[in-house]
């Protein structure tokens, strides 16, 4: 096993005729993920930061063809603990457990979210069932899959090292049933299929965007239209693959973006008129449902251990259900 690296490094070059003029601190930090101003000017105030070479100060003004080098040191994640946390386990047994995951929480400890995630509370709970005289032995949460953190929905976790293989291995052979549900802006086609490759965008390292073909990583999506109203749609997604977000970012790259998602382009009106009433209803519903509208509603494989089919439905959320509805009443559209 590989020793975890001790630092970071970036390394940029500012190309002709583009960031001139920029300080060399709002440069940094609009490249480098997570990074904010503060941060960036500490690291280049320890030293951290090169430019051609040499230290400069965080004011220095870019000019083509710098060459920025950055290295910076990583501090060790804080070892994650058990939480006693609200979780909907719809299936358990002794391999594994299958998850109605509430929107809002984060699945896997990581940079800004140590505390209170999926992974805290599972090992809460199963630090639980180790001390029950019935059901004893190392048990330890594996995440198979993962969900955004406003994305709500099933997912499996694997309570021992074989059954995390096994599933890991069925997903990425694409052996297994998952359907999302989406509120979209627009009426696409009744079905259709979106392919382009996905990686992180040039303009902002924060966000994913499709790619041309070979510059990131393959991607498709399926979808059908469940529900149409006026400008609206409820539609159901299958994923071939399973890159960084991927639904958000293949249906806002064909111009539905998902109700509700700040981060790609969905929190504003997208289809028709943005006034009077219309106008207040969308600013309601928007800000009530406080995420993008994406449910990971259909989980089907075989177990592990039994080799028997199981597939588990879950209902949607009540903030998307009150959505849905007002869409009911107040979007109606007849095709």
């Known amino acids: 096993m590989s020793e975890r690296p001790t630092t970071t490094i970036y390394e940029f070059t500012v190309p002709p005729g583009q960031h001139e003029s920029i300080r060399l601190d709002v440069y940094i930090t609009s490249f480098v993920e997570n990074a904010t101003r503060s941060k960036v000017q ?32 990583i501090a060790p994640p804080p070892e994650a603990v058990a939480e006693e946390l609200p979780l909907d386990i719809v299936y358990e047994d002794a391999d594994m457990l299958v998850v109605n995951k509430a ?25 639980e069932l180790g001390d029950r005289e019935d059901d004893p032995g190392d048990l330890r949460p594996g995440i198979v899959h993962r969900l955004d953190k406003d994305t709500s929905g099933l997912l499996v976790v694997a309570k021992n090292d074989h059954t995390l293989a096994a599933l890991s291995a069925k997903f990425a052979e694409k052996d297994v049933e998952r359907s999302y549900w989406a509120l979209v802006w627009g009426n696409p086609p009744e079905e259709g299929t ?18 041309p073909a070979g510059k990131g990583k393959h991607a498709v999506t399926h979808y059908r239209v469940l529900e149409y109203f006026d400008y609206l749609s409820l539609v159901e997604i299958r994923l071939e693959t399973g890159r960084t977000h991927q639904i ?33 209803l969308f ?22 251990s039994t080799r028997e089919k199981i597939r588990f439905e879950s209902e949607l959320p009540d903030d998307m259900q009150r959505v849905l509805d007002a869409f009911r009443e107040h979007c109606s559209a007849e095709y």
């Open 103 to 127: 929107a809002g929480m984060v699945v896997h400890p990581a940079y800004g979210n140590w505390t209170g995630t999926l992974v805290n509370g599972l090992m809460h709970h199963v630090e």
């Open 42 to 73: 500490e690291a280049i105030k320890q030293g951290y930061v090169w430019v051609n070479g040499k230290h400069e100060k965080a004011s220095y003004t870019m000019l083509p063809g710098d060459k920025i080098y950055i290295e910076l040191p």
């Open 283 to 304: 600013h309601r519903l928007i800000t009530d449902l406080g995420r993008q509208a994406l449910h990971a509603k259909t989980l089907g494989f075989e177990h592990p």
């Open 248 to 280: 958000r970012v293949h249906m806002g790259h064909i111009g539905h973006h998902v109700f509700g998602d700040t981060t790609y382009g969905g929190a504003s009106v997208r289809f028709g008129p943005n006034t009077g009433s219309r106008k207040v």
């Open 194 to 211: 979106i392919e382009g490759d996905i990686g992180r965008s040039k303009h902002d390292r924060k966000l994913m965007t499709v790619l």
